[in-house]
């Protein structure tokens, strides 16, 4: 069993910062890729940034230049910071993790979805 724990929203002025933080934790084999999902009210859910076990990045055009994502990957955590945030970053983001679970040779594929975090941001 693999559980995500999602730390980090809240409410912020536009133009400020906050940093998300999901920690993975379990029965963990790998983990492949980690990233963030976002969310806002009447819109489908949207990629904001990946990161993959190469550390390799991807991030919504929306955010670049503005959020960054890292891992560390001795703590099986992933954050997003975030920063110049504007008010239609406003959402619930969504930690999710992509890899294989188990231990001792009984491993399973596993991509998992936090439970969300409301970030608003106030004009």
């Known amino acids: 069993q693999v559980q995500l724990v999602e730390s980090g929203g809240g409410l912020v002025q536009s133009g400020g910062s906050l940093k998300l933080s999901c920690a993975a934790s379990g029965s963990i084999f790998s983990i492949n890729t980690m990233g963030w999902y976002r969310q806002a009210p009447g819109k489908e859910r949207e990629l904001v940034a990946v990161?993959?076990?190469?550390?390799?990045?991807n991030y919504a055009d929306s955010v670049k230049g503005r959020f960054t994502i890292s891992r560390d990957s001795a703590k099986n955590t992933v954050y997003l910071q975030m920063s110049s945030l504007k008010p239609e970053d406003t959402a619930v983001y969504y930690c999710?993790?992509?890899?294989?679970?188990?231990?001792?040779?009984?491993?399973?594929?596993?991509?998992?979805w936090g439970k969300g975090t409301l970030v608003t941001v106030s004009s």
């Open positions: 990161i993959r076990s190469d550390d390799s990045t």
């Open positions: 999710n993790v992509e890899g294989t679970s188990g231990f001792n040779y009984d491993y399973n594929y596993m991509d998992l």
